[in-house]
């Protein structure tokens, strides 16, 4: 029975009962008087202002905590989902939700640790749990982030910010804030995490919902998805409640989002799935016949494609680079897959910063040196007129950690033009990780470079042909390009973003 009031004579008598035996447990006047015109209704037989009724929060006559019990929130069910039209479901009694989300037999299924340690969450980060409920995940969140990170729990009802203010002080979690979002378009701060627990599911405009969060939240964020198995559970609501994880997917992709991985086995009854912002990848080009998608090939990779965005050393988006994208020719994409395998053993896996770049990258990387005066770069060999990378087999890359995730010491950062990344120019940890990628990368096919430890080109690259096929399916396809006038000069200002050719579903490019 779906929660709600039946109004028919034949139930009165036990409406009337359970709606007296729940008011003598008010303690708020307020409350009470506004459930007088449901109590009215139902003893005088009139219909029941459940749509009209200010109080949102239904009474329960059959199974709702056992029906919802684990249940976050974070924002109102569908109305043509969950309730009939016009009810949404409310989590305002602490007391009442307390003892359902925080009961101790939830451990047994909900097993937080083992899903907290499955996820991509660490040292220094900053996480927000949005549907954060009475605060159930906010002291474990708050011991994996530490003292340098930072755990947001976001939830819509104001007595539940309210309490959770009070847990983190009773719990002694000065990294976890509480904040009050609104239901349809919250507001929250940058993020490297953000998570929903049985939450998902009561999103109503769902793409209207995450496409807000997603500008938000910052670039490249992840988003973890924990909800209810389809089917019927012992927990949860009912099966026509809930939403398939296909469903979810095809959500979130739309909207912005990449799906990074699956987890269905996790948990004995919801899966758990991560995906990572970046609207771009919707306008990703495929690949020319030959080459291979990196994220295809290696979804465990991490991949960071900085000439993506202006976090590199010319300050700016290379043209080229209007979606993040990460491309190979088979042959080495196929051996950086067996070196991501033979890292495995070291316990490290393979992070890609740049792989196959547009011609049109190079030109941009050697008109900034020429107008900042540091054609030195260019003299030297950090920054070449003609790049292996324009062939589509050479990559930077580094490593990171399985455990952790995290990129360890390599001496310096990827793209640092100087001596210091010399391969041998490192001591310690850093040299040892520096010549174990060498090894490896050797083992499979890849040529070092010595003056930077991260570049690798796959075995002689003599007669292939520079390419210049954009990632972004909106930029001007190979053969059709033109460098701006004027770029190699000291008053020139790279854009923010380059000039786009028609929209991609009107002429998607060359492939």
Request: net charge negative; glycine share 8%.
């Amino acid at each position: 029975m779906k929660t709600g009031y039946l109004t028919s004579l034949s139930t009165k008598p036990l409406i009337l009962h359970t709606l007296l035996s729940h008011l003598c447990h008010f303690d708020s006047f307020e409350v009470l008087l506004r459930l007088l015109p449901l109590l009215l209704a139902v003893a005088c037989g009139a219909p029941s202002p459940v749509n009209s009724s200010p109080l949102a929060s239904p009474i329960p006559v059959e199974g709702t905590e056992e029906q919802h019990a684990g249940e976050h929130h974070g924002g109102e069910h569908d109305g043509g989902e969950h309730h009939a039209e016009g009810q949404h479901r409310r989590f305002d009694d602490v007391d009442r939700w307390s003892a359902v989300f925080d009961a101790p037999e939830r451990e047994a299924w909900q097993m937080p640790d083992v899903l907290l340690a499955a996820l991509p969450i660490g040292p220094g980060d900053t996480v927000i749990d949005i549907g954060a409920g009475t605060g159930y995940f906010n002291a474990p969140l708050a011991t994996i982030v530490g003292a340098e990170g930072h755990v947001i729990a976001a939830d819509i009802e104001a007595t539940l910010v309210d309490h959770m203010t009070e847990r983190a002080l009773t719990e002694s979690t000065p990294n976890v804030r509480a904040l009050l979002i609104d239901a349809n378009a919250p507001t929250l701060p940058a993020a490297d995490v953000a998570m929903m627990v049985d939450t998902y599911h009561h999103i109503t405009d769902r793409q209207a919902y995450f496409t807000h969060i997603g500008a938000q939240l910052g670039r490249h964020h992840r988003l973890i998805i924990v909800d209810f198995q389809p089917g019927e559970l012992p927990v949860g609501p009912g099966p026509d409640h809930k939403l398939a994880p296909d469903i979810v997917t095809t959500e979130l992709t739309g909207v912005g989002y990449v799906l990074e991985s699956v987890n269905d086995e996790l948990l004995p009854y919801q899966f758990v799935h991560t995906y990572r912002w970046d609207p771009t990848l919707a306008q990703l080009n495929d690949p020319p016949s030959g080459w291979t998608d990196l994220r295809v090939a290696l979804p465990e990779a991490q991949f960071d494609i900085r000439y993506h965005t202006a976090d590199n050393f010319t300050d700016a988006v290379l043209p080229g680079y209007g979606a993040e994208g990460a491309w190979l020719r088979d042959e080495p994409a196929q051996a950086l897959v067996n070196v991501h395998t033979a890292l495995a053993e070291h316990g490290f896996g393979v992070k890609v910063y740049d792989a196959y770049r547009p011609l049109r990258g190079t030109l941009g990387m050697v008109a900034w040196a020429k107008r900042t005066d540091q054609v030195h770069l260019l003299d030297n060999g950090y920054i070449a007129r003609r790049s292996g990378h324009n062939k589509g087999n050479t990559l930077d890359l580094s490593l990171y950690t399985l455990q952790t995730g995290d990129e360890p010491d390599m001496g310096t950062a990827w793209d640092t033009l100087a001596e210091t990344s010399h391969t041998r120019n490192a001591t310690g940890d850093a040299l040892e990780r520096r010549l174990l990628l060498k090894t490896v990368m050797a083992e499979h096919g890849f040529q070092h470079y010595y003056k930077e430890w991260w570049h690798f080109t796959f075995k002689p690259d003599a007669g292939l042909t520079h390419r210049d096929i954009p990632y972004g399916c909106f930029e001007a396809p190979e053969g059709e390009w033109v460098a701006p006038e004027g770029w190699e000069t000291t008053d020139y200002s790279m854009p923010t973003a380059w000039p786009t050719h028609p929209p991609c579903d009107v002429e998607p490019g060359v492939q």
